[in-house]
């Protein structure tokens, strides 16, 4: 089968299509042809090398769409099923009983970064992780929404428990995260706050957001004291980390809630305590979200209640393109290849 993957890390030089093994079902897991996986950052970062276990050669891709090819033993599914994959392995523990005294603890993984994932014409993955689309929903679609949306989700609700009323901060307001935040929030029935750069100002405010704020002109935490009458925000939702923090810390209201997902800016940040326990804030982190999560935030995406932004489809050929584009900032929404 063809596939885009690398054999060391580094920059999107180290991207190949070429061709690979193809991937045969074991006890419980289906085989997908592919039909459209998303780029996230998280592909950028495995690419360039994590501490983790990773698949060498490795396949990127944690969002992925298509049709259950061929299923291994003990598997349901019908071949033929549209399906989109829940991203996170074993995240189903925290939608059950924590383990007791002596039980190990459970570990996160997620498809395409501790194994192999959908930027190739087939792919392996559980039947646990499968979720029908419908007929009238295109599989890019599916594939845009999945990593972003219960991302987003579980940030705002699952982690800020934000409530109709408050006042939120979105930050990297160009990213798949953000522009699906942007819309959940405003379905919460909060007062949405975006933060991003001048290319992308006009865009994020077309998706709902009441107030958007371009971090390259002027001093954006003034303007945002200025818009909440002083009394700042309720909830902040990160990916950029870095030099953000010591603005989003004087943003927030009291008993405010700050919630990282990612530091596409640095993993290192400056935090005055003072304004911590001043303020009564909270620092709260998130990864991803459960599988009830997913299926609910999916669900509104296949009613039409919820709509992914896709920059632009790409064929796989140029996956180091969109590895390219992604890297430069030079997207708004999700970029999608279609093997």
């Known amino acids: 089968m063809r596939a885009a993957r690398f054999h060391e890390n580094g920059g999107p030089e180290v991207i190949r299509v070429e061709t690979a093994p193809m991937p045969e079902p074991g006890p419980g897991q289906v085989r997908i042809r592919v039909a459209a996986a998303g780029l996230n950052h998280l592909d950028l970062w495995v690419r360039r090398g994590l501490p983790i276990e990773t698949t060498m050669p490795h396949i990127g891709g944690s969002d992925i769409a298509g049709v259950v090819d061929t299923v291994g033993p003990g598997v349901e599914a019908d071949p033929g099923t549209r399906v989109v994959v829940d991203p996170s392995l074993d995240y189903d523990?925290?939608?059950g009983t924590p383990p007791g005294p002596g039980l190990p603890a459970p570990t996160l993984?997620?498809?395409?970064e501790h194994t192999d994932g959908g930027f190739a014409e087939y792919v392996v993955v559980p039947e646990s992780n499968l979720m029908t689309v419908p007929d009238e929903v295109p599989f890019e679609t599916a594939a845009a929404a999945a990593l972003a949306f219960v991302t987003a989700w579980?940030?705002?609700?699952?982690?800020?428990?934000?409530?109709?009323?408050?006042?939120?901060?979105?930050?990297?307001?160009?990213?798949?995260?953000?522009?699906?935040?942007?819309?959940?929030?405003?379905?919460?029935g909060a007062r949405v706050h975006v933060l991003t750069s001048g290319p992308?100002?006009?865009?994020?405010?077309?998706?709902?957001?009441?107030?958007?704020?371009?971090?390259?002109?002027?001093?954006?935490?003034?303007?945002?004291?200025?818009?909440?009458?002083?009394?700042?925000?309720?909830?902040?939702?990160?990916s950029v980390g870095g030099p953000l923090?010591?603005?989003?810390?004087?943003?927030?209201?009291?008993?405010?809630?700050?919630?990282?997902?990612?530091?596409?800016?640095?993993?290192?940040v400056e935090l005055d305590?003072?304004?911590?326990?001043?303020?009564q804030l909270s620092v709260l982190g998130?990864?991803?979200?459960?599988?009830?999560e997913f299926r609910t935030v999916m669900g509104m995406v296949f009613r039409g209640e919820l709509t992914p932004v896709i920059d632009r489809i790409l064929p796989l050929e140029e996956a180091r393109t969109?590895?390219?584009?992604?890297?430069?900032?030079?997207?708004?929404?999700?970029?999608?290849?279609?093997?």
């Open 93 to 95: 523990w925290y939608d």
């Open 109 to 112: 993984r997620l498809i395409g």
């Open 154 to 188: 579980h940030g705002l609700l699952g982690r800020a428990h934000l409530a109709p009323g408050e006042r939120v901060l979105v930050t990297g307001g160009s990213g798949g995260v953000a522009t699906a935040a942007v819309q959940i929030a405003r379905r919460a």
């Open 200 to 238: 992308h100002v006009e865009e994020v405010r077309k998706l709902g957001a009441h107030h958007v704020y371009d971090r390259l002109e002027g001093d954006w935490t003034r303007e945002l004291r200025r818009d909440t009458n002083g009394r700042g925000v309720d909830v902040i939702l990160d």
């Open 245 to 268: 923090w010591p603005g989003m810390l004087r943003s927030l209201g009291v008993m405010g809630r700050i919630v990282s997902y990612g530091a596409t800016a640095g993993p290192t």
């Open 273 to 279: 305590l003072r304004h911590l326990f001043w303020k």
């Open 286 to 292: 998130s990864t991803m979200g459960t599988p009830s």
């Open 322 to 339: 969109a590895h390219e584009l992604l890297e430069a900032g030079d997207v708004f929404g999700k970029v999608v290849l279609a093997p």
